[in-house]
């Protein structure tokens, strides 16, 4: 810990300027009299104050609070309707082979519904060509983008059951897949890419849409006829790729008698329960020691948290703790949380833009929504709800940083306990429900689950968290 103090000198005006430079207004404006006082250099008898230091109430103070981290494996956790099927995975030397396969049912009714019975396929339709068509996201991670990702398609061979989901679950599937295709993505940037749909498939489907057979009537009946899909990718080609379950799905383009131009009739995997099973095999590398959930883990200078995989960092608060244990008559004008500058990630994966801070439970690193418990954010004038606290990234200094001050004022008057911190990419606030309709989702475009829509990533030095403080203390 390193601690300083501003003291008074001979040219005061000049101290007293460099000492208040972080000062908050308000406590600046008070003090204003005073550097006006210093700055003017009189005789104190002709201002009638006496300028003697032992008379001095105010001591201004630094303190910076290196923290030490660890980390947290979560227990398995829901990954149903995330809104993403996850394909592929990565290897890395850090975090491991994490492999991710998104299961979903298929669902004919919401990209049709307003087509009229003449422009569904009838007895005399023509099928032109069937595609699957595949949504990529902007979440997409990638070793490198210079080679194609390959995806498949394989049809299950059980339903999915209207149950809870976890990444750790995971359902059969026949291994010839009904769709294979091999694409070339960007970084950053939502796609759509499709390739052909095995032809004996799309045949069988096609003809039964054109002779209405009752399984388009029933959706019980149909979920028998096609359980639904598992969506795949190849690990060693290192891409995480998250396929949107809006716009997924198997397209017909067809022409009924008359057409001069292709008709579409899609089956997808919107407003269908999915969910996405989680692979990481963690040998061999430096949280191999990483097996018990809820268990605060060692893992060395080096710590992180990887999305869609339960590991998290945890924070030991305890040198702050010990800290406000030896200040007395202090007020907090500015503490801050930081961390960084973050380990250089892979070409393909981008920095979260926030983390948000959370309470150890128990002091296992545990938290399910809605009884999480979270670091709240320094108040503003006319908020009417508490916000959570989140760290910023900077890009210039790829450091990540948030005030904290209020939470240590009421930490120091012991209106709460000091818990250690879990570092998590997702607010809870934002949830997106269950089954979530077409219009539904269309209509809150910012939502986005960092832990649960990606494979992505962050590594740094456990030496570069730390705590800066300051404060003031009277007499």
């Known amino acids: 810990m390193r601690l300083t103090t501003a003291k008074k000198k001979n040219k005061c005006s000049k101290v007293i300027t460099t000492s208040i430079l972080n000062w908050p207004a308000k406590l600046a404006s008070v003090l204003s009299i005073s550097l006006f006082l210093a700055s003017s250099c009189a005789d104190p008898s002709d201002i009638g104050l006496e300028l003697d230091p032992e008379n001095n109430q105010i001591g201004v103070f630094y303190a910076e609070i290196p923290l030490s981290a660890s980390m947290v494996l979560l227990d398995s956790f829901n990954t149903t309707n995330s809104n993403v099927l996850m394909a592929g995975g990565d290897i890395d030397p850090f975090f491991g082979t994490t ?21 569904r396929p009838s007895a005399t339709s023509v099928l032109d060509s069937a595609k699957f068509q595949f949504s990529i996201t902007n979440q997409l991670t990638a070793n490198s983008f210079e080679e194609s990702k390959t995806l498949t398609v394989h049809r299950l061979l059980e339903p999915i059951n209207d149950i809870t989901y976890f990444n750790t679950d995971k359902l059969q599937y026949d291994e010839n897949p009904i769709a294979v295709g091999s694409f070339k993505f960007e970084a950053g940037r939502d796609t759509i890419v499709r390739t052909n749909l095995d032809g004996n498939l799309a045949n069988d489907f096609f003809n039964r849409l054109r002779s209405n057979d009752p399984i388009f009537n029933d959706i019980f009946a149909f979920r028998e006829y096609f359980p639904g899909i598992a969506l795949k990718g190849n690990v060693e080609e290192q891409a995480g790729i998250p396929v949107s379950a809006l716009n997924t799905g198997m397209v017909f383009y067809y022409r009924n008698e008359g057409d001069t131009v292709s008709r579409m009739f899609l089956i997808s995997t919107a407003e269908s329960r999915s969910f996405n099973h989680i692979n990481n095999d963690r040998t061999g590398t430096p949280l191999e020691s990483i097996q018990q959930a809820g268990s605060a883990y060692d893992v060395g200078d080096l710590v992180g948290l990887k999305a869609n995989t339960g590991l998290v960092m945890k924070i030991n608060t305890e040198p702050l703790g010990n800290f406000l244990d030896t200040v007395q008559n202090a007020v907090f004008n500015r503490v801050s949380l930081e961390m960084g500058p973050i380990e250089t990630l892979p070409v393909g994966f981008r920095p979260y833009s926030n983390l948000f801070i959370y309470f150890a439970r128990n002091n296992n690193g545990y938290f399910s929504n809605p009884e999480y418990k979270r670091v709240e954010r320094d108040p503003v004038p006319n908020q009417q709800n508490p916000l959570p606290a989140t760290l910023a990234y ?35 606030d934002l949830q997106v429900g269950s089954n979530q309709t077409l219009s539904s989702v269309n209509s809150q475009p910012g939502l986005a689950l960092n832990f649960k829509e990606s494979l992505r990533q962050l590594v740094i ?4 968290i730390k705590i800066k403080v300051y404060y003031s203390t009277t007499r």
């Open 99 to 119: 492999e991710s396969i998104g299961f979903s049912r298929v669902n004919y009714g919401p990209y049709n519904r307003s087509l009229s019975a003449e422009d």
């Open 461 to 464: 030095n456990q030496n570069s």
């Open 394 to 428: 900077l890009a210039d200094s790829e450091i990540y940083s948030e005030s904290i001050t209020s939470y240590v004022n009421s930490l120091y008057r012991s209106a709460q306990d000091n818990e250690d911190f879990i570092i998590h990419p997702d607010n809870p």
